[in-house]
Nanobody, 125 residues
Framework: QVQLVESGGGLVQPGGSLRLSCAAS????????LGWFRQAPGKEREFVAA????????YYASSVRGRFTISRDNAKNTVYLQMNSLKPEDTAVYYC??????????????????WGQGTQVTVSS
């Protein structure tokens, strides 16, 4: 069982930045593909960004490409999501997830095995 704990959410003005972190409780962290997803009120959970085992390969939803950056530190068992130029439509609960079966970036939420509890991001003036 892998536990994922997100942090770093909060209230930010449009155009601002936030950095989300997700710490994992597994010694095999480097063997998991990782992803960030988000869910706004009344909407389905959607893919945001994903990263491969090594961190060399990443993939982004078109809505965040060029503004968000996913990265990982396997020595610290942590994955990050740097969010810049935030917009009100980025408001959602953000979840990190771990996939034990895929080495590369994975955009399919149903294939992820473990999920964090989520952290709220609110973009508003």
């Amino acid at each position: 069982q892998v536990q994922l704990v997100e942090s770093g959410g909060g209230l930010v003005q449009p155009g601002g930045s936030l950095r989300l972190s997700c710490a994992a409780s597994t010694r095999s962290f480097s063997r998991y593909a990782l992803g960030w997803f988000r869910q706004a009120p009344g909407k389905e959970r959607e893919f945001v960004a994903a990263i491969s085992w090594s961190g060399d390969n990443t993939y982004y939803a078109s809505s965040v490409r060029g503004r968000f950056t996913i990265s990982r530190d396997n020595a610290k068992n942590t994955v990050y999501l740097q969010m810049n130029s935030l917009k009100p439509e980025d408001t959602a609960v953000y979840y990190c997830a771990a996939d034990r079966s895929t080495w590369g970036p994975n955009i399919v939420k149903y294939e992820y095995d473990y999920w964090g509890q989520g952290t709220q991001v609110t973009v508003s003036s």
